[in-house]
């Protein structure tokens, strides 16, 4: 089974507008014009990553049974890197982009939403700094800032291989 994508990235979205309090919140390239309100752009900027070595698992159904197909499953733990970017007007006190990641990244450890993603199969090891990037925009300063968040992710792949054709049983007596 691949990384079922849609809800992994379904998982990311639901936390970050929980935790950060943003409504408006969308994943990077998107083919939209610039908004002249508070907005977040989420992008997986690195993985997956193998970590470590993958362990596999021979698993059979009925091994006694003629016809029965050997599946081997491979686990193997990956890492990924999302970035997070949020862009306001307001460069002072509570409401800048630097205020919103705050909240994500603090967000992020609460016990109901750690669970939601890692019912999705995320888990979360660190938030790494916020980063301010405020700059000119056309005639004003936008505040923008960004914080990177790894998660660990498990992998999984099967492979059938063959049926089981015949069983024999040997006993020997001494």
């Given amino acids: 089974m691949a990384l079922a994508w849609a ?3 379904d998982a990311i979205y639901t936390w970050f507008v929980a935790a ?21 752009v989420l992008k997986i900027i690195a993985g997956p990553i193998q970590v470590g070595t993958a362990d596999q698992v021979a698993l059979t159904t009925n091994l006694a049974a003629p016809g029965a197909e050997v599946v081997h499953t491979v686990h193997g733990d990956r890492e990924m890197t999302l970035n997070c970017q949020v862009v306001s007007r307001t460069i002072t006190s509570a409401n800048t982009a630097r205020d919103y990641l705050s909240k994500a990244q603090t967000g992020l450890f609460l016990p109901t939403r750690r669970a939601a ?11 790494g700094a916020i980063t301010d990037l405020t700059a000119l925009m056309g005639p004003d300063f936008h505040s923008r800032a960004s914080m990177d968040v790894r998660f660990r992710i498990r992998d999984t792949a099967t492979e059938s291989t063959g049926y089981i054709a015949t069983v024999d049983f040997a006993i020997a007596v001494s």
């Fill in 7 to 9: 809800t992994l990235e």
């Fill in 20 to 40: 950060s309090g943003l409504s408006r919140v969308y994943w990077a390239e998107q083919n939209v014009p610039q908004r002249d309100e508070t907005f977040a």
């Fill in 117 to 127: 993603l890692q019912t999705a199969g995320w888990a979360p090891i660190d938030a």
